[in-house]
């Protein structure tokens, strides 16, 4: 059996359609958020959608790592993560792990609305 961890994530987010775990299944490492926002804009709006209708801000001078993991219910979600040395060791060597999925909703806000820049 796989060893259990937890990811967290600071809102409710749709895609993850009320799952409990998830496997990861692919890392994807050194997306610019330049990219995610001017050439991906889709995929970065499916990936940060939040509960409240606000996306996640996704900063373009920022490079991330894109997270594919299969969840408890047979549906498949990403997740971005800033890319830095505590993500890499966390989550590069880590296909195949089962994670607990954890919604810790925070103060901060760290959102913006949907097409706005920034």
């Given at each position: 059996?796989?060893?259990?961890r937890?990811?967290?994530?600071n809102?409710d987010?749709?895609?993850?359609?009320?799952?409990?775990?998830?496997?990861?299944?692919?890392?994807?490492?050194d997306?610019?958020?330049?990219?995610?926002?001017?050439?991906?804009?889709?995929?970065?709006?499916?990936?940060?959608?939040?509960?409240?209708?606000?996306?996640?801000?996704?900063?373009?001078?920022?490079?991330?790592?894109l997270?594919?993991?299969?969840?408890?219910?047979?549906?498949?979600?990403?997740?971005?993560?800033?890319?830095?040395?505590?993500?890499v060791?966390?989550?590069?060597?880590?296909?195949?792990?089962?994670?607990?999925?954890?919604?810790?909703?925070?103060?901060?806000?760290?959102?913006?609305?949907?097409?706005?820049?920034?």
């Open positions: 059996m796989s060893e259990l937890e990811i967290e994530f809102n987010f749709p895609k993850l359609h009320n799952q409990k775990a998830a496997r990861l299944l692919m890392v994807i490492q997306i610019s958020g330049e990219l995610l926002c001017n050439n991906f804009y889709y995929l970065m709006k499916y990936d940060s959608l939040r509960s409240d209708g606000l996306l996640y801000n996704i900063k373009p001078d920022e490079n991330y790592m997270l594919l993991f299969l969840g408890d219910k047979n549906i498949l979600f990403t997740t971005l993560r800033k890319q830095n040395e505590k993500n060791e966390l989550y590069a060597e880590s296909v195949g792990v089962v994670y607990d999925i954890k919604i810790k909703p925070t103060e901060e806000n760290n959102g913006r609305q949907q097409g706005i820049e920034g």
